[in-house]
């Protein structure tokens, strides 16, 4: 869609889904919801930034990652480790046998702070490190996987096999990363406690802002010749590798920008609920993952976010009131999602309510329906 102004875009049909989204989570929600709700909602926010980076990732360049849980987990332990060492001062940690590092590393016998622990005194650094350590990560095994053209089902349980191994590998290194328990018992951010209702609240708006950067960043990408590519690279890879385009640097890139947004979402989700463990790093996890990008539309990038956002309310409803037929209850979802209706909530939005916005606002159709059809994923299908 080519506009000459924010305005005219934000007054278009694709424009007003967003601005829909926003009076819902600006607006309704807060003024709906008591705080511990409105907390809830905000840890839901943060698995659509996985969802969001899912869409791009799966959706647009049909590359499916089943290991986004450890882009997730490794932004949330960046922002975990400096709040921890915010509240491990000597002062704090006085009755240990070692003064002024984590607890659980007094527990485990560790003598003195770790060298990779030491940047994360940092604010700036950790920031940074948020985004460019899941990012890191992601372009290693990009190019060891797609230069060598691995793809399909094998980069899916390769993915699937890094998230294990990095579980193990925190749970194991108990002294450094906490085990089991994870970084726990979190308290302040630069000093700012971030256990009250008002903190809470404050962070929830933050980590909507932050959202709407990324979809926003998700879209212009997606805009631009580079998601054409990806389209093109998705639905005939073999044909834009002849036309003279790199399909490995293209694959790279949009993993890497996908475990970007992991990383945020993981960081942002560490500061809503005060704590991270290695058991949002793993196998079920990530597939719960994608399973919030499959439901709201894989080719959606707004399909996404209320993926995100309906899977986890259901899932909070159905594990207070039938924990115990949860796990069932999200593999029949995601069963039902794939042989029913395979483009998600967006998909049956597309199909049955947009014709009959069609002949309420019969005007502007044709202006924006290409836009339209990129953020409700209404791309073809092969």
Same mark, same amino acid.
């Given at each position: ?11 278009? !049909?694709?424009?007003? %889904? ?31 930034? /996985?969802? /969001?980076?899912?869409?791009? &990732? ?37 009755? +240990? ?12 016998? @560790? ?31 990009? @190019?060891?996987?797609?230069?060598? !053209? ?22 194991? +290194?108990?002294?450094?990363? =906490? ?7 979190? +308290? ?13 609240? $404050? ?18 990408? +997606? ?7 990806? @389209? ?6 073999? !044909? ?29 989700? $560490? ?10 790093? =793993?196998?079920?996890?990530?597939? #719960?993952?994608?399973?919030? &990008?499959?439901?709201?539309?894989? %080719? ?19 594990? #207070? ?6 796990? %069932? ?22 199909? %049955? @309510? ?17 836009? /339209? ?5 209404? #791309?073809?299908?092969?």
């Amino acid at each position: 869609m080519k506009t000459s102004s924010p305005l005219k875009w934000l007054l278009s !049909r694709e424009g007003l %889904y967003y601005l829909a989204l926003a009076l819902l989570l600006v607006v309704v929600l807060p003024a709906a919801l008591d705080s511990f709700r409105l907390n809830m909602v905000g840890k839901y926010l943060t698995y659509a930034f /996985v969802a /969001v980076g899912l869409v791009m &990732c799966w959706g647009k360049a049909g590359i499916l990652s089943l290991g986004q849980g450890v882009f997730f987990g490794l932004g949330g332990y960046c922002m975990a480790m400096f709040l921890k060492l915010e509240a491990s001062t000597p002062e704090a940690t006085r009755h +240990q046998s070692t003064p002024g590092i984590p607890d659980f590393m007094d527990w485990n016998q @560790v003598t003195e702070l770790p060298w990779f622990w030491e940047p994360f005194h940092s604010f700036s650094f950790t920031l940074l490190a948020v985004i460019v350590v899941p990012m890191i990560l992601a372009f290693i095994i990009g @190019v060891a996987m797609f230069k060598r !053209r691995v793809g399909g089902v094998y980069f899916a349980i390769i993915t699937q096999a890094i998230a294990s191994i990095l579980t193990i590998l925190i749970i194991g +290194q108990q002294g450094y990363t =906490g085990g089991v328990n994870g970084i726990t018992d979190l +308290q302040t951010l630069m000093g700012w406690s971030i256990r009250t209702d008002e903190a809470k609240t $404050t962070l929830y708006f933050v980590c909507v802002a932050m959202l709407f950067l990324c979809l926003f960043v998700a879209r212009f990408v +997606q805009n631009s010749k580079f998601g054409r590519i990806l @389209v093109a690279m998705r639905d005939q890879e073999n !044909r834009v590798r002849f036309s003279g385009y790199d399909v490995a640097s293209f694959k790279v890139f949009i993993f890497c920008l996908a475990a970007a947004f992991a990383g945020i979402g993981g960081a942002l989700f $560490t500061l809503q609920v005060g704590f991270m463990s290695p058991s949002f790093v =793993g196998i079920v996890p990530s597939i #719960e993952m994608v399973v919030f &990008c499959a439901l709201g539309g894989r %080719y959606s990038l707004l399909g996404g976010v209320y993926g995100a956002l309906l899977v986890n309310a259901a899932k909070s409803g159905f594990s #207070e009131s039938f924990p115990e037929l949860w796990p %069932y209850a999200m593999g029949a979802l995601f069963i039902g999602v794939v042989l029913a209706f395979p483009n998600g909530l967006a998909g049956l939005y597309r199909r %049955y @309510v947009m014709p009959l916005e069609d002949r309420l606002f019969k005007h502007g159709k044709d202006d924006d329906q290409a836009a /339209v059809s990129d953020s409700l994923g209404a #791309e073809k299908t092969s």
